[in-house]
């Protein structure tokens, strides 16, 4: 191949951000004083121009580049969009935290960008080895940010779990990889699907190879059965950086699963979506039951994100359009939900410790009103009870099911939702029917305030009014775009 | 007049919205609860006022929606539209006439947390005017879904002692009852294209596909009426609910259930209505027998009422399933009748516990002695229950018996014993608390009912007298739409039988 320089424009966004990540090291390393709070402010303006980068320069249409490498198109767009808003809104909120526990380092903030360009490499890969690549450079920002609160024991043991089976499971997502490779002779989607339209009959080893990479990739998402790194990991890690996890990772790994299934595999659908129902069966199950027994409101959350990984792979498993369109609607409201729960969480100090049991909100509606409705309309959400923002997710994903056919995973999924709307109620029922404990600690980051209350607002019935007509036509249009 | 022609229902349940955000700026408090108190009246009974205003312009003779409000909202297809036939014209009024009632009910009662309190109710009373409403099954569901939120927090903060195991109990088996119902409505939904409700009565669905979103539906509504065996979560919320609260819960939310088959089992899945007929009839009288057997060894006066509202909604459910213009008729009478004579009755023991702070029957005895006027309203209101001629209870009653006649001559039968076991029961009620001898002090020592409790009873009491002696008010609105049903129906059914025929 001749040396040509690759088309630059459709990987503008990354290229920025790498370079942008770059530059904030040097500015962290050189810049002696109040090292985090310059290197944070930059790295948020720097995801916001990203972001702007991103939507501005994109045509909307099917852009490859890099030698098919890299994909640009409308579902990269949006998905890549709730990343950065993820990562931004993690930003924001990790401020006082940090300086509480004495974490505040400059490190921080740039292991985030390096975290987000991951995983907007990922989203944007259209070949196995970009894939690896953008998973590679996401887990590895992952597992020190886990450990970042390095003197604390449980900080430390989550990143090394995080590790240890990240890296297990990294190592079963490259022998699916050879293996595909091995029987294909390509690693790009577009080749891959090609190939496996001329073939006759189903070729064993790409199976294989595929069930190992959705299990490889299985892990990231934490679903059914990879998903029991997450409780330990959500609860250890500092809680800034568990909502970052809850957040941005997720979203971008289901992206990536979609886009493998539906660029590279589309007429092996019948094998996959055997997988993807037992996975998201799996998940909704054990998001439900496990949850039911939980203290510590991080593992809470952790299994709650377990169940909700669940739905969305129902809208994967569904095989439509409908399905895709309902998974990224669903995606965008567990995003505010998620990062608006953190939120609370994060203001849950009493003394110097931050408190993590579920007992301690006890009566929060009298000691703090407001913090309470938050809590309770995010509880609401994520239970997905109507006149709240999570049932409009639950909606639209269940409709792509039972369009699909789908109906006992519809049904399973239904059922599954009211086991867990008693957790989520039992939450609710600590805050508002229980006697008041030690009130926390009065809340003074106005970044966090500003999350809580963005996130109440549009997880709360107003959502309802404005924003859920232009999120379902967003979604429509990047679901489109996303070729099946 | 005519933004409140165009407007009119939407009105309706953004004037307690605006009372509840009202009152959520009210500074928290002791000293400011009688501010809150007077927003949440005002607010309540505007919206009383503006009903009525429906109520005079709607059109008698016409069997379609009015006062229809659409806009187009999201989705393929989903709008926000809103309308009221003749159906649910009555349960609208039925909820704006109880709220200003419930609010007055509340005070110099209810002291803590009141601006909470108020919000809530606020927000419940603008959800349930919206289930009525709604003439788009997406937005149905967000309502009817959406008042388990309000009631749960209301029994749950302001209820009795063993409160949360009966705020979970009514949130978690309401829920699951109604995701059943989410799952046969985007089946729907998918087959047919549209998510508007008139639309929905319309469409003709597979004869075998009826039968599970039937029984889907029904698993919803049953929990709500609620029926036999799934009743089991209304006598704990109930006993466990304040007085407000029960008022409420027995006065609308009941009535949703019984809407809902009107509304959607009966016009969308005719075939399978007729195939479950008998199976909702057994169910219904089992209902009536079994939960007035109950009633009549209660020694908890709210878990009796409880237990009657069980039996009346077996009426209820009888007169929807015989599919005539009589039984239905008579059952949405008996809907309305029951919403304010359960009201007035849960309000009445609501009176007694507030001067005595217990719900046993046995503690009280000879209040005719010592509150007269008490004794007075109570025996209305048990009568009216019972189905005294007169009383809007009788009017409901024997619609339905003549309904269930012409279905089965056991079924009226059935039905019949449930007139004579309610009588039973509440002369038991009566007798307990009212009659006999007033022996205890602390009963001796009981006030009667000051000025505000006789300003509650005062429009109940005319309410179901102008039922009882006067019922065509009510019923003329219905009959269009009733007929209307019944004809839908009946031609639907009878098309299956000629396509199975041919």
Redesign the interface.
């Known amino acids: 191949m001749s040396a040509e320089l690759p088309i630059l424009a459709p990987a503008m966004p990354e290229l920025f951000m790498a370079i942008g990540a770059m530059v904030l090291l040097m500015v962290g390393v050189f810049h002696k004083k109040d090292s985090y709070a310059v290197t944070t402010r930059l790295a948020m303006i720097l995801m916001i121009v990203v972001g702007f980068v991103l939507v501005t320069q994109s045509s909307g249409g099917r852009e490859l580049t890099f030698g098919n490498m890299f994909v640009s198109d409308g579902f990269a767009v949006f998905t890549k969009v709730l990343v950065l808003i993820a990562s931004v809104a993690s930003l924001f909120m990790a401020g006082q935290y940090l300086k509480d526990q004495k974490i505040e380092r400059f490190e921080y903030p740039i292991l985030i960008v390096t975290a987000t360009l991951g995983m907007m490499l990922m989203i944007s890969a259209n070949n196995l080895l970009s894939l690896y690549m953008g998973i590679e450079l996401q887990s590895l920002s992952l597992y020190v940010l886990a450990a970042f609160d390095r003197d604390r024991v449980k900080s430390t043991e989550a990143g090394l779990k995080y590790f240890v089976l990240g890296a297990l499971s990294s190592g079963m997502l490259l022998y699916g990889i050879s293996l595909i490779y091995g029987f294909s002779g390509t690693t790009d989607f577009d080749m891959l699907a090609l190939h496996i339209e001329a073939l006759d009959g189903m070729n064993m080893g790409l199976v294989v190879g595929m069930v190992f990479l959705m299990s490889g990739l299985a892990f990231k998402i934490s679903a059914v059965p990879f998903h029991m790194w997450a409780p330990d990991v959500y609860e250890g890690a500092p809680t800034p950086v568990t909502a970052f996890f809850a957040a941005a990772p997720k979203i971008a790994a289901i992206a990536l699963f979609t886009r493998v299934l539906a660029t590279a595999f589309p007429d092996m659908v019948h094998e996959w979506q055997q997988v993807i129902i037992f996975m998201s069966l799996g998940s909704m199950l054990v998001g439900a039951f496990f949850a039911l027994v939980q203290t510590n409101i991080k593992r809470l959350m952790a299994f709650s994100s377990i169940g909700h990984v669940g739905y969305a792979l129902i809208g994967i498993a569904a095989g439509t359009q409908a399905g895709i369109e309902g998974l990224l609607v669903y995606l965008a409201i567990y995003l505010t939900m998620t990062l608006g729960t953190f939120a609370v969480i994060l203001t849950m100090r009493r003394g110097a410790e931050s408190v993590e049991d579920i007992s301690d909100l006890s009566g929060l509606?009298?000691t703090n009103?407001p913090m309470a409705i938050a809590l309770s309309i995010f509880m609401?959400s994520l239970a997905g009870?109507?006149?709240l923002a999570g049932?409009f997710g639950k909606?639209f994903i269940?409709?792509a099911a039972?369009?699909a056919d789908l109906?006992a995973l519809?049904?399973i999924g239904?059922?599954t939702?009211?086991v867990a709307?008693?957790y989520y109620?039992r939450v609710?029922?600590i805050m508002?029917?229980d006697e008041p404990v030690e009130a926390f600690d009065k809340q003074k980051s106005k970044g966090l305030s500003l999350v809580i209350g963005l996130s109440a607002l549009i997880n709360s019935p107003v959502s309802y009014f404005i924003m859920?007509?232009p999120l379902?036509?967003l979604a429509s249009w990047a679901s489109k775009s996303l070729i099946f | 007049m005519t933004f409140l022609d165009t407007n009119l229902l939407s009105l309706l349940m953004i004037i307690p919205m605006i009372g509840a955000v009202f009152i959520w700026m009210v500074k928290s408090g002791e000293t400011m609860n009688g501010n809150i108190r007077i927003i949440a009246l005002i607010a309540t009974l505007v919206t009383f006022l503006l009903s009525l205003i429906l109520w005079a312009g709607f059109d008698n003779s016409s069997a379609d929606f009015q006062f229809v409000e659409r806009v187009t909202w999201f989705g393929d297809s989903i709008t926000y539209t809103v309308g009221v036939d003749g159906i649910s014209l009555l349960f609208v009024i039925l909820t704006t006439f109880l709220m200003p009632l419930v609010i007055v009910s509340t005070f110099e009662v209810v002291d803590k947390r009141l601006k909470e309190f108020m919000i809530a109710f606020l927000v419940l009373e603008a959800l349930m005017i919206g289930v009525f409403a709604a003439l788009d099954i997406f937005l149905f569901y967000v309502f009817f879904e959406g008042g388990l939120i309000p009631m749960f927090l209301i029994i749950g903060v302001w209820g009795g002692a063993n409160r949360i195991y009966a705020s979970y109990k009514f949130f978690l088996y309401t829920l699951l009852g109604s995701v059943f119902m989410l799952i046969a409505i985007l089946w729907m939904v998918s087959q047919a294209g549209t998510t508007s409700i008139p639309a929905l009565m319309n469409y003709h669905f597979d004869a075998s596909a009826q039968n599970w979103l039937w029984f889907a539906f029904f698993a919803s509504f049953a929990v709500k009426m609620p029926m036999w065996p799934v009743h089991t979560w209304l006598p704990d919320a109930h006993v466990q609910a304040p007085t407000s609260g029960s008022m409420i819960l027995a006065g609308v939310l009941l009535k949703m259930g019984g809407y809902g088959f009107l509304r959607f089992s009966l016009p969308m899945f005719p075939e399978a209505t007729v195939y479950f007929a008998d199976f909702v009839m057994i169910l219904s009288i089992i209902a009536i027998v079994y939960t007035s057997l109950v009633a009549l060894v209660q020694e908890d006066m709210k878990k009796l009422i409880a237990y009657s509202s069980v039996a009346h909604m077996g009426f209820v459910t009888i007169g929807i399933f015989v599919l005539n213009q009589q039984g239905i008729e008579g059952a949405i009478f008996q809907m309305l009748s029951h919403g304010v004579v359960s009201a007035a009755l849960f309000y009445s023991v609501g009176v007694v516990y507030d001067r005595l702070h217990t719900r046993e029957i046995s503690r009280y005895g000879g209040l005719s002695t010592n509150m007269k006027r008490f004794a007075i309203f109570f025996m209305i209101f048990t009568m009216a229950s019972v189905g005294l001629p007169a009383t809007s209870g009788f009017v409901g009653e024997v619609l339905v018996l003549f309904g269930a006649y012409e279905y089965s001559s056991w079924v009226a039968f059935g039905a019949s014993t449930g007139v004579v076991l309610g009588a039973t029961y509440m002369l038991v009620l009566v007798r307990g608390l009212i009659f006999g001898e007033l022996t205890k002090e602390d009963v001796k020592a009981m006030p009667d009912i000051n000025k505000r409790e006789f300003a509650i009873y005062a429009p109940m009491v005319a309410v179901v007298f102008w039922m009882g002696v006067y019922p065509n008010s009510f019923l003329d609105p219905l009959h269009a739409s009733v007929e209307n049903l019944i004809n839908q129906h009946d031609a639907a059914v009878s098309s299956m039988h000629q396509e199975t025929v041919e």
Request: charged share 15%; glycine share 0%; hydrophobic share 70%.
């Open positions: 509606s009298e009103l609401f009870i109507p006149s049932f909606w269940f409709k039972v369009e109906l519809a049904v239904v059922v939702s009211v709307a008693y109620l609710v029922k508002f029917f859920i007509a379902v036509v």
